[in-house]
């Protein structure tokens, strides 16, 4: 993987790494942020400007076409009012496509909270 003394220098080639339109931040289990849906709270794994990856509870988003909406909790107290619908199911986690994701900030925020944090993870 490409590395950089700056901030932005790093997302870039990260993201250029993962040749996708928007940088995916993946997230280790001791801190993912959450989606707070109908009363239940959802980690969520993996969190792009288009979408996110839940983990699967028991219960709902069942169902591809399933509509989202929720509260999206980061790291730096940010709350976000997220809408879109489950494109995919994975065994252990639910794809959901963002209609207005988090902003290119806000990542960057989180990409910046998991290096000082996290550094030997990303």
Do not use: W
Not at 44 to 60: C, D, F, M, N, Y
Request: hydrophobic content about 35%; aromatic content about 6%.
């Amino acid at each position: 993987m490409l590395k950089s003394t700056t901030f932005l220098s790093g997302a870039i080639a990260e993201k250029a790494t993962q040749q996708r339109a928007y940088y995916r931040l993946q997230y280790p289990s001791c801190a993912r942020p959450s989606l707070l849906i109908s009363g239940t709270r959802y980690l969520v794994s993996e969190l792009s400007e288009q979408g996110l990856r839940l983990l699967k509870a028991h219960h709902s988003l069942d169902a591809v076409g399933v509509k989202v909406r929720g509260e999206l909790s980061l790291h730096d107290n940010t709350e976000l009012s997220l809408a879109g619908h489950v494109i995919r199911m994975e065994e252990k986690e639910v794809i959901v496509k963002l209609d207005a994701g988090p902003s290119f900030k806000n990542m960057l925020d989180e990409q910046r909270f998991m290096r000082s944090n996290y550094p030997e993870i990303t």
